[in-house]
């Protein structure tokens, strides 16, 4: 090809690739990350080798990088995203667009960069010329041809709208456990009512003895030492009962904590005695003390639990009452924490549709608990099934991952 032909076919190429440019729909970026590259070879002459940990360290020198990092282009969608309507006002240093909390992304994009990794893609938060911060997803590129000339091309779709909307719908899940945990709540009055009734008639017990040992013509003071020993403990007692209630009944916003699955499930066991002993229901726990912590909302996973006991106990109404048996399981896994809860009932007859919305066996049941139960485990990164254990019954089995040692799940939500 003459000298001639190969300029034209540069130029076309060129064309071709501005209009593509100037066409996409999504916010594209053209930037000169020379000078930031001079920055890292500095950094390295001065023994620098680990550039994340050092960035973690000096987040002023990623504010540094960013100013240094300029605009060279920008398309049509982008001056409509971030500008006022001029391009010229974009064409600067990159760092008014990125807030302080966002700095870490920026830094990871240039870890990948200079460590020859082809992308980079998360969510993150961007902000406008006008100061406008929103929900954005980052996509950075680093073909070999561009990065040795010290050109990056980033792209930007806003998400804000596919925020809002999961945000939203977060909201109507929690509402909808919320009125689940009540409606619970209102089946399991009676066990209620006797795990109160209980340490109250405990206390007045002990408060009459009390009385009796005082008013001897010796007053027994060490009997009503114990006696009032008693009577706190009880009172404890039912002040635990009493939250508990007032937490499956709240509706709080929900909240994530480290959480041990074992204690939530003893938690709901203490709960749903009386129900459990009232069905004659023989109780067997294998909780392996090895499970690790979870990260999670405490009364969500306790209504998950709550939910499948319940069930698992009025599947065995019509069942033998020498055969009624609740086993309960725990074991780690290489993600996090398996539950098992199985009875000793008829089993299901569809085990694939115990989940669907308004799919429900009872006669009185709206069909909502299981397909509840499902929703919050998946907000936790969890995952449910259910089976016919081979020996009868059903068998419920949920996972909820493990949280790492920095108290983050270790799963990605997506």
Known sequence: MSGAGAEEA???????????????????????????????????????ADYAGYFAQNPGFVREMMRATRVVDVNDQTVSLFGRGEKAELLGSVEPFWPEASSPVYAAAVIHAVTGKPNYATETRLRTIDGHEFDALFTACFPPETMNKGTLLIGVIDISARKQAEAMLAKVQAEFAHAARVSMLGELTASIAHEVNQPLAAIATNAAAGLRWLSREEPELDEARALLGRIKADAARAAQVIDRVRSMAGGRTPQQAPVQLNEVLEEALVFLRHEIEAHAVRLSLALDPAAPVVMGDRTQLQQVAVNLIVNAVQAMEQADPVARELTIRTRPTDAGVQVQVQDAGRGLADPARVFDSFFTTKTSGMGMGLTICRSILAAHGGTIGAANGPAGGAVFTFEVPSASPSGEPTHTKV
């Open 10 to 48: 540069l130029r076309r190429s060129e064309h071709r690739y501005h209009n593509l440019f100037q066409a996409m729909a999504a916010s594209f970026w053209e930037l000169d990350f020379f000078p930031v590259g001079d920055m890292l070879r500095a950094l390295r002459k001065q023994g620098v």
